[in-house]
Structure formats: structure tokens, C-alpha cells
């Protein structure tokens, strides 16, 4: 059993599905609801451990294997990420290292390895489809040619109004999504997260969990809020940082227009790149 000052701080979903004492139970019914099998057999599910590429403080991603076959990556997501299929490779290289035995890796015989799949789990406040599909080669400079690689995360959003049939499937996962709207019903109120777990084991939604666990609950709620406000304060110091520096080196081109777009580089402390970029968006 992991120590409880683990260095990382989990979500709620990733306690529910990964951490928790019912998290075998309630990987198998997720994969059930994905695949539409019967499974029983609490001992067809393998965790696999593997860190957030990104972010070595905060655990959003579960990854778990089904009969030796199946290799599951999930990740909840209140804000879609598209470069989710960027990290889902990253994922998956560091998942079969642990699988793979390092010297069945140079026989000569094909090594077979469990089919990957990968899924991302939106509840978040904006708008998005019920389900769409992300592709890696979406961010590939050139077409893909034949010996290329590729890589698709379906994108599902399991906000309890959108009523996606997958929570139809997954009593589990309706739960969770029930528990984070009525997380968000009394947002605007002190003690919201009290209000919320005491209301949901007054309606039987995730009881058993928020009765062994509720004040864990809360502070992984509390965690988590904390670390979406801080991506999102990073995110527009990024936006603003970018206008600041585009600023510069339009400044840098209208000052002097024969300097070269390396010697602009040089003296505004940026990319070359990042010059090409700011004289094509200004026509310059």
C-alpha cells in the first residue's frame, strides 16, 4: 500500500478508479461499459503504474491492462487538451517498458504486447461534443507517410446533462459525474464540497466512497481546484509573455527592416522561428 505522503496528489477519479479499495471493481466496469463484455473476475484487471508526463505533482491518468490483452490509458479532463495524443505516446512508451520483459525485446520472434486504447474523460464547464477523436498525425509538420506512426484518443464527455450512454453502462462513473455537478451546483456557497459530499450520500450517489472517505474527498477536491487555477494562471502568463515578445520583435522590424531575422533573434532574446512567426501574422 503506497504511504499517504505520496509526492504526488491524486484526483478524485483517479482515487476512484486506480487508488481506492474498489478500484479493480470499478476498472472492470468501466472497461465493460467500453467494450460492452461481462467480465466478473476482479483478477483480469493489472494496474499499471506510470507518472504524468506533464505534471509530477498532480495524477489525472489511469492505465490498467484486461486479460493480458487490453492496455487501457484514462485520463479525466476538466479543460481538453489537444496535444492528448502527444502525451498518450509518451504514456504508452514508459506502460510497456514495465510490460515488456528488456530482453524479449531483441529476439527475433515477434514479442506480442496487449492492444493499447486510449480515452479522455471532459467535464468540464465549456461546451464540447458528447464525443469526438483526436489524432496524433493532427500535429505532424508533414503528411504522414506509410512507415509513420499513428495514435487517436476518443474524447468523451461524461457531464452527467449530456447523459452519454457510457454512463448508462458505468453506474460508477455516473456517480462521478453526479458528485462533480453537484460539487459545481454549490460553487458560489462557503462549504460548497461539505454541501455537496453530504448531499450525495443523502441521495446514495458514490455513499459507500464518501462515507469511508469523505474528508479525503474534500481535500483531494480542494487539491484539484487549486491545480487547475494554477494551470490556468500559467496559461495566461504564457498568452500574456507571447504578446509581450511579439511586441518586441514588431518593434525590432518596423525600427529597422533590414535586419535579419536572426540578428532580430539575438537581440530580442527569442527563436528565429518565433520572428517568422510574429512578420507572418502582420504581414511583414
Do not use: W
Not at 490509458?73 to 515488456?100: D, I, K, P
Not at 450520500?201 to 459507500?208: A, F
Amino acid at each position: 500500500m503506497e504511504k499517504e505522503n505520496r509526492e504526488h496528489k491524486d484526483s478524485v477519479f483517479v482515487d476512484l478508479f486506480y487508488q481506492d479499495e474498489t478500484a479493480k471493481k470499478n476498472l472492470l466496469s468501466l472497461y465493460n461499459a467500453l467494450h460492452d463484455t461481462e467480465y466478473e473476475d476482479e483478477n483480469l484487471v493489472r494496474k499499471v503504474k506510470i507518472d504524468d508526463v506533464l505534471y509530477k505533482n498532480f495524477k489525472n491518468v489511469i492505465s490498467f491492462e484486461v486479460n493480458g490483452q487490453v492496455l487501457v490509458f484514462g485520463e479525466h479532463q476538466s479543460t481538453v487538451n489537444m496535444n492528448m495524443c502527444l502525451r498518450c505516446l509518451m504514456y504508452l512508451g514508459r506502460a510497456y517498458e514495465q510490460l515488456v520483459d528488456s530482453k524479449a525485446r531483441y529476439r527475433t520472434t515477434l514479442v506480442k504486447i496487449p492492444t493499447p486504447e486510449f480515452y479522455t474523460f471532459y467535464n468540464g464547464k465549456k461546451e464540447q461534443p458528447l464525443e469526438r477523436v483526436l489524432s496524433l498525425s493532427d500535429a505532424f509538420m508533414n503528411p504522414a507517410g506509410e512507415n509513420s506512426v499513428e495514435l487517436k484518443v476518443k474524447v468523451i464527455n461524461i457531464n452527467s446533462d449530456k447523459a452519454h450512454e457510457l454512463l448508462g453502462k458505468c453506474g460508477i462513473l455516473k456517480e462521478y459525474s453526479q458528485f462533480i455537478s453537484t460539487v459545481r451546483k454549490y460553487s458560489d456557497e462557503e462549504s460548497a464540497i461539505k454541501k455537496a459530499i453530504r448531499e450525495c450520500m443523502e441521495q446514495g450517489i458514490l455513499s459507500d466512497y464518501l462515507k469511508r472517505k469523505g474528508s479525503e474527498v474534500e481535500n483531494m477536491l480542494i487539491a484539484e481546484y487549486s491545480y487547475e487555477e494554477d494551470i490556468q494562471v500559467k496559461q495566461e502568463e504564457a498568452m500574456q509573455q507571447g504578446m509581450i515578445l511579439s511586441g518586441e520583435i514588431f518593434r525590432k522590424v518596423k525600427e529597422n527592416p533590414k535586419l535579419t531575422n536572426r540578428q532580430i533573434s539575438e537581440e530580442v532574446g527569442c527563436s528565429e522561428s518565433d520572428v517568422r512567426n510574429v512578420k507572418k501574422i502582420f504581414g511583414i
